[in-house]
């Protein structure tokens, strides 16, 4: 089959954001869009001549047309053998997995996350590079320039590849092979923890709830916790991957997730609760009545790791997002190992797990993960919390509750404004920025500002420089402030405020976080002025 040269032209507004480039459906069904930004992926890639290819998605509409288009444009630029999960599935993590098990060049993952589906829903694309993990900046910078200049995309003619059939298939010279999805990565898993301790777990009558939110999630979560580990049929609920995720926004929060959380909260509560978003790199961890924030978690696997055969011979270190609470500080700290604070992205954890410098990572926005993939991992935290309770014999709240009484408690709370005027949300953090050198050393609403900085980081690997990454605001007590545009978002500008409060005293652990935090939320509107400059009346999301 002959290559094919088609012309085309730059489409603006194709720079990745956090992770990969995010857009409505319409946006990427446009003529041209999705191949401009392959071919800027193979451009800065060069030469492909005899690689391997890892290629899935989350089953969100458009992922099967996706596939096909990117399957004939690798056999134009010489790949050998390009991977696909059945059905067009991979998980991010599972994506990880394989191109890390298989030796391949990269992947590329169809995904928009934990962003709604469906025709007028959102798409979304990014590389992975051999290490499993995204990109980092260098390449997507590279690739970005290359959708300023590009002139031509290179494709062949060939009818579709059976995505639903096990099994190898040629595209011209190349060798696609449609693979199990969940394999690599549920052996991996069962060398991580300990599977006969959660059978026993389980065959005990330990009930659990998981929700899989019509996502990439459900298919794995059948196969481990109901197939592998034995959990009764059931115990997946929304497990089957739907184009629009069934009409969920598939975030895995106390606000989208009401389903699990009303059912953990009433009478006939299982013992534990989870769910993962729509590429199952994140989760929710929840107990009877209480519902664990990803700082928490994150503490709380580093201060337990230990427990699961995967790590039982102790941690290098933990690394955690700027805005990510500083729960895991303490337990670092006492641990003896570094704690590492990154710009939001999961790319930065790459360089530190590849040098050996860090073990377990995590953010704010229910991600968390090992050095076992170069992704976050939802089932991975799920299987870990199962793994600790079997290994305890302690329900979740205790668990958290005893994590408190020995670390203190960080009161924690994200407040997203969704959808702001792109030009008046840049306009507020430029405003904000510009207020910072008279921010230190002022006492307001009774809290002395001891740092207010614009949050730079240096890579400790390569020294790579990032600038502009989040306003801070941290008093004396160490009581934080954080602001900062999301860059997951498709449409306008979402606003993301944060704010955080240590307690040490364990009489004071069980206030109502929203009220614990409401100083800070006043004085945070006194300084950024967001209800003020926005006209919002409140945050769209509370978590």
């Known amino acids: 089959m002959s290559v094919r040269t088609i012309a085309t032209q730059p489409i603006d507004g194709q720079r990745p954001g956090t992770s990969g480039l995010r857009k409505k459906v319409v946006e990427f069904c446009r003529p041209h869009y999705l191949e401009n930004f ?17 290629l899935g998605g989350d089953g969100r509409y458009f992922n099967r047309p996706a596939i096909q288009i990117i399957v004939r444009m690798a056999a134009a630029h010489g790949f050998e053998r390009v991977l696909v999960g059945q059905g067009g599935i991979l998980s991010t993590p599972a994506l990880s997995c394989v191109v890390r098990k298989r030796g391949a060049l990269g992947g590329i993952i169809l995904s928009a996350s934990h962003n709604p589906g469906g025709p007028d829903g959102d798409f979304g694309i990014k590389y992975n590079a051999a290490n499993g993990g995204p990109a980092p900046e260098k390449i997507t910078d590279a690739i970005y320039a290359q959708t300023r200049s590009i002139g031509q995309y290179f494709t062949i003619d060939a009818p579709d590849i059976d995505l639903d059939t096990l099994g190898a298939a040629s595209v011209g010279a190349l060798r696609v092979e449609v693979i199990d999805p969940v394999a690599d990565y549920a052996e991996l898993m069962g060398e991580l923890f300990d599977f006969g301790a959660i059978r026993a777990l389980f065959a005990g009558g330990f009930t659990m709830c998981f929700d899989g939110m019509c996502a990439v999630g459900g298919p794995y979560a059948h196969a481990i916790l109901e197939g592998a580990l034995g959990a009764p049929r059931g115990t997946v609920i929304n497990g089957v991957p739907l184009e629009d995720f069934g009409g969920h926004h598939p975030d895995p929060n106390p606000v989208n997730a009401a389903e699990l959380i009303a059912l953990m ?34 503490a709380i696997i580093a201060a337990n790791a230990t427990v699961a055969p995967g790590y039982a011979g102790g941690i290098k270190g933990v690394a955690r997002s700027m805005p990510t609470s500083g729960a895991a500080d303490r337990v670092a700290a006492a641990l003896g190992v570094p704690c590492y604070e990154t710009p939001t992205g999961w790319k930065f954890f790459g360089n530190l797990m590849d040098a050996g410098l860090v073990t377990l990572c995590g953010e704010e926005s229910y991600g968390t993960g090992s050095d076992h993939v170069r992704e976050k991992d939802g089932l991975w935290a799920v299987l870990f919390w199962l793994n600790l309770l079997a290994a305890s ?60 900085d614009d949050f730079a980081y240096t890579d400790p690997v390569d020294h790579s420089v990032s600038l502009g990454q989040g306003v801070r605001i941290i008093m004396d007590d160490g009581s934080r402030i954080v602001l900062r545009l999301s860059g997951t978002g498709t449409e306008g500008a979402t606003i993301r405020l944060y704010l955080e409060k ?6 004071r652990h069980d206030f109502d976080t929203q009220t614990a935090l409401a100083g800070l939320a006043a004085l945070a509107e006194r300084i950024a002025g967001i209800a003020a400059r926005t006209g919002r009346g409140g945050p769209s999301v509370i978590t």
């Open 265 to 298: 909260d009433g009478p006939s509560a299982p013992d534990f609760g989870a769910a993962s978003d729509g590429d199952a790199d994140r989760n929710m961890i929840v107990g009877r009545g209480i519902a664990v924030t990803p700082s928490d978690s994150l």
């Open 393 to 452: 014999g302690k329900p979740v709240g205790q668990i958290v509750r005893g994590h408190w009484a020995r670390f203190g408690r960080n009161y924690y709370s994200r407040h997203d404004y969704e959808a702001v005027e792109s030009n008046a949300a840049a306009q507020l953090m430029a405003d904000l920025r510009a207020q910072l050198p008279s921010l230190a050393g002022r006492t307001m609403d009774g809290h002395t500002i001891a740092l207010a």
């Open 38 to 54: 392959v071919q800027a992926i193979f451009n800065t890639l060069g030469d492909c001549a005899g690689q391997t290819l890892v």
């Open 502 to 507: 240590y307690e040490a005293d364990p009489a």
